[in-house]
Nanobody, 127 residues
Framework: QVQLVESGGGLVQAGGSLRLSCAASGRTFSSYAMAWFRQAPGKEREFVAA????????YHADSVKGRFTISRDNAKNTVDLQMNSLKPEDTAVYYC????????????????????WGQGTQVTVSS
């Protein structure tokens, strides 16, 4: 099993940047595909970005492509989300998620693919 703890959320003005970090417990972190999702009030949980456990592949939702970057450090058991050029519509609770897999280059895009979730961190972008 793995436990996930997000940090780095906060209040930022439009156009600003934030870096979210997700710290994972467990010795087999490198065997987990990871992702970030977000959920705004009254909306469904939305895919943001995913990274394979080997870091060979990443994918970002169209809504954040070119502005957000997902990365991971298997030695430190962390996965980060660098968010630049933030917009008010990026306001949401951001969740880190993990899926155990033996496929080094596979990405997963839906919440039901992921077994483990963090508690979430609030990101608020003011206009």
């Amino acid at each position: 099993q793995v436990q996930l703890v997000e940090s780095g959320g906060g209040l930022v003005q439009a156009g600003g940047s934030l870096r979210l970090s997700c710290a994972a417990s467990g010795r087999t972190f490198s065997s987990y595909a990871m992702a970030w999702f977000r959920q705004a009030p009254g909306k469904e949980r939305e895919f943001v970005a995913a990274i394979s456990w080997s870091s060979i592949r990443t994918y970002h939702a169209d809504s954040v492509k070119g502005r957000f970057t997902i990365s991971r450090d298997n030695a430190k058991n962390t996965v980060d989300l660098q968010m630049n050029s933030l917009k008010p519509e990026d306001t949401a609770v951001y969740y880190c998620a993990a899926h155990r897999t033996y496929n080094s280059g596979t990405l997963y895009y839906t919440p039901s693919d992921y077994e483990y979730w963090g508690q979430g961190t609030q990101v608020t972008v003011s206009s």
